[in-house]
């Protein structure tokens, strides 16, 4: 090795090692930045406020109370309309239908991961509310529910991906053991191959919900945006607004540095820690199956 | 005989339902993908026209083309591109080539993951906080394109490190043996072996970042404006704000135009969708090992 390519050699791996090195920057950097902005906002505005069931920033009421249950109960309805969809889908391209279909389909669903979320909010304003106001007879079509339904087929990609893919990662062994003892292929998939792909189809069902929670453009332009605290079942197919879509409908017009702009940053940490917590357990419980299945190989 | 014979067929009968089950499901999920599909090219198609893609709004955007939300567009994936495709296949090189299987290693791994999940409405925060008021880049091309960056890179680093792993092992030996050094390996070897899938990831990454509104709302994004952008410091417009703004903000907006923009929105997503798993075929097909 001569001096010149020694020397680059060196120079090129600090860079590289920067650059590994960056997505931990990244994270911390964010959620100070995050902290900076957000954190005031517990100084200047009294907890009383904060927790009340009213968001009127104008007259300086800054109840989250609304936004989160506006978040939650999208997200739950999203889950429940997208899990049986997403896991039943990947049960059935990855190991029902013939190679040549799964080939198929999965690029289709590939597609619908890459639509734009606004595309899907524009669509949701122009054909999916007026749809279900007239079919369900509703005051406005902009709701809770329309939200939901948008937010399950964004997550719907994500959800069918990392099923699939725990579905696949199950030894072909397993369902031949379970054929060979007489088990039809139905019975194979409900007793052997899914309880073996648990802990990664529950990664799949985190990941999703972690998605619902984080999407902002299409829950903002579909659910109505009205910081109402959930009482009760109706208010499902009644307006509602959301952490993310109250973030992204306000900051633009705040000053910066008012209480107001703290808030929305704050609602930025409760969001980030949110996602943070979702995201580590479902990566937590793939990273302790593939630790199981090796001590399996070793034992 | 007869009663294991009928439980048998009832057995069987049962997997027939359920299959038909989840068929139905996924029929379900796949049914509205086509219907949106068709629906925006049935729509859009009209006002697809060449005014449409290469003249300025006019008449309050109630008229005229889109131009400007396409330009702005290019220049934010370009601007993307910029930041987060060295420091992306920086940071893949990093994980697959050199990081020691430890803890910090696993920190990364986790801050990666963390990345991935951060809601883009976050990013626009955090944008706006750091980009645009601390380092006073104002509201530009050049905060939003780092915003954007910042949220792409773990889709690039995971698509390029999955890339270079796959690149077998014996070729780096062979390169290390005949004296390569390690950087000569990785740039002369795995980098050409891997190139393929780096680019279909890249890709990948771009097209999430040329799709996004909330990372570009207070970072750099723009109601209307008159002509191009000049300077990485001015702020633009681009197609997904825009299809924002005309859908919910302007009252009284032709529809055609509504659905003209979603379509070229699409065309530019999809496309570069398509380009990604081209490239991806292609690479697999051609491939030695």
Redesign the interface.
């Known amino acids: 090795?001569n001096k010149t390519?020694?020397k680059?050699?060196f120079f090129?791996?600090v860079?590289?090692?920067?650059?590994?090195?960056?997505?931990?920057f990244?994270?911390v950097?964010?959620f100070y930045?995050?902290l900076?902005?957000g954190l005031p906002a517990l100084n200047n505005v009294p907890l009383s406020s904060l927790f009340s069931d009213r968001w009127y920033p104008i007259e300086n009421y800054f109840g989250l109370l609304p936004l989160i249950s506006g978040s939650v109960i999208v997200t739950i309805a999203a889950t429940l309309i997208a899990v049986?969809?997403?896991v039943?889908?990947a049960?059935?391209?990855g190991e029902?239908v013939p190679r040549w279909v799964r080939e198929l389909?999965k690029?289709?669903?590939?597609?619908?991961a890459?639509?734009?979320?606004?595309?899907?909010?524009?669509?949701g304003?122009?054909?999916l509310s007026p749809m279900l106001r007239n079919t369900l007879n509703l005051p406005t079509g902009l709701s809770a529910f329309t939200g939901a339904l948008l937010l399950a087929?964004i997550s719907?990609p994500t959800i069918?991906s990392v099923a699939e893919d725990a579905l696949d990662a199950v030894p072909k062994s397993y369902r031949d053991a379970a054929l060979a003892l007489g088990a039809?292929?139905?019975?194979t998939i409900w007793t052997v191959t899914l309880p073996a792909a648990q802990s990664g189809v529950l990664t799949a069902v985190m990941?999703g919900v972690?998605r619902s929670?984080?999407?902002?453009?299409t829950v903002m332009?579909v659910t109505g945006n009205a910081p109402v605290l959930l009482d009760s079942l109706g208010v499902f197919f009644s307006p509602v607004r959301t952490m993310?879509a109250t973030?992204?409908a306000e900051?633009?017009e705040v000053a910066?540095g008012s209480d107001h702009y703290n808030v929305?940053?704050f609602i930025?940490i409760v969001?980030?820690i949110i996602?943070?917590i979702?995201?580590?357990t479902a990566?937590s419980v793939v990273y302790r199956r593939g630790q199981k299945r090796s001590e399996k190989l070793l034992s | 005989m007869i009663t294991s014979s009928s439980l048998l067929i009832k057995r069987q009968r049962r997997q027939k339902i359920g299959f038909v089950a989840l068929g139905t499901l996924t029929f379900l999920t796949v049914l509205p993908i086509l219907l949106i599909l068709g629906y925006i090219i049935y729509q859009g198609a009209p006002a697809f026209s060449w005014e449409f893609i290469s003249a300025s709004p006019s008449n309050g955007m109630k008229d005229g083309g889109i131009l400007p939300a396409i330009v702005g567009t290019i220049y934010l994936t370009i601007g993307t591109a910029i930041f987060s495709v060295p420091l992306g296949i920086g940071a893949a090189i990093y994980l697959s080539e050199y990081a020691p299987d430890n803890r910090v290693t696993r920190l990364i791994r986790i801050a990666i993951i963390n990345l991935a999940g951060i809601p883009s409405v976050v990013y626009g925060l955090f944008g706006l906080g750091i980009f645009v008021l601390f380092l006073n880049f104002g509201t530009s091309i050049l905060a939003s394109s780092m915003t954007l960056a910042i949220m792409t890179l773990p889709v690039i680093i995971t698509t390029t490190e999955e890339a270079l792993r796959s690149v077998p092992q014996s070729f780096r030996l062979i390169s290390v043996s005949l004296g390569g050094t390690k950087w000569q390996t990785i740039r002369k070897v795995v980098l050409p072996q891997a190139l393929p899938g780096i680019l279909t990831g890249v890709i990948l990454g771009l097209e999430r970042a040329a799709g996004e509104t909330a990372p570009i709302l207070f970072t750099g994004a723009a109601f209307f404006l008159p002509q191009l952008p000049n300077s990485p410091m001015d702020a633009t417009m681009a197609l997904p704000y825009h299809l924002y703004v005309i859908s919910t903000q302007v009252p009284g907006m032709p529809i055609e135009i509504q659905y003209g923009t979603a379509l070229v929105l699409l065309i530019f997503v999809l496309g570069m969708n398509l380009t990604a798993t081209l490239i991806r075929y292609r690479a697999r097909s051609k491939r030695q090992w």
Request: no cysteine; aromatic share 10%; charged share 5%.
């Open positions: 090795m390519s020694a680059i050699d090129i791996t860079l590289i090692k920067v650059s590994g090195y960056s997505a931990i990244f994270v950097i964010i930045f995050l900076s902005q049986p969809m997403g039943g889908t049960i059935f391209i029902i389909l690029p289709l669903i590939e597609i619908l890459g639509l734009p979320s606004v595309v899907l909010g524009f669509l304003i122009v054909v087929a719907l069918v039809t292929r139905w019975e990941l972690a929670i984080g999407e902002t453009m332009m993310t973030i992204a900051m633009g910066t929305l940053f930025g969001l980030f996602t943070l979702v995201n580590v990566s």
